[in-house]
């Protein structure tokens, strides 16, 4: 079984940074969901690939957009998986979502989700 409780959304002001958390209960016998992965939707577009890693920590991957201004990583003590976001931009803005599934971009690949959490970044 897998359970995804997110937090950390609000509103920020361009420049600014946001810390996401997912705390992420999975359990032995779950299936294949090797992976953590982090999404967003804004109004009127398509759920969008940002970041997502091994639940081991080892490995990370991020989109283009994020490189270099998003971090994801896993809290042990916490058992959460995170996402710092440093130097937001309005383009920002959406719904994110946390994930676990087994990898890659699509998220068809992930068959448990969180609820979402809005975030959003003003000019």
């Known amino acids: 079984q897998v359970q995804l409780v997110e937090s950390g959304g609000g509103l920020v002001q361009a420049g600014g940074s946001l810390r996401l958390s997912c705390l992420a209960s999975?359990?032995?016998?779950?299936?294949?969901?090797?992976?953590m992965g982090w999404f967003r939707q804004a109004p009127g577009k398509e759920r969008e690939f940002v970041a997502v890693?091994?639940?081991?920590?080892?490995?990370?991957d991020y989109s283009d957009s994020v490189k270099g201004r998003f971090t994801i990583s896993r809290d042990n003590a916490k058992n959460t998986v995170d996402l710092q976001m440093n130097s937001l931009k309005p383009e920002d803005t959406a719904v994110y979502y946390c994930a676990a599934g087994t990898g890659g971009r699509s998220p068809s690949s992930y068959p448990y989700w969180g609820q979402g959490t809005q975030v959003t970044v003003s000019s």
């Open positions: 890693m091994r639940r081991s920590g080892f490995t990370r």
């Open positions: 999975i359990r032995t016998g779950s299936g294949s969901t090797y992976f």
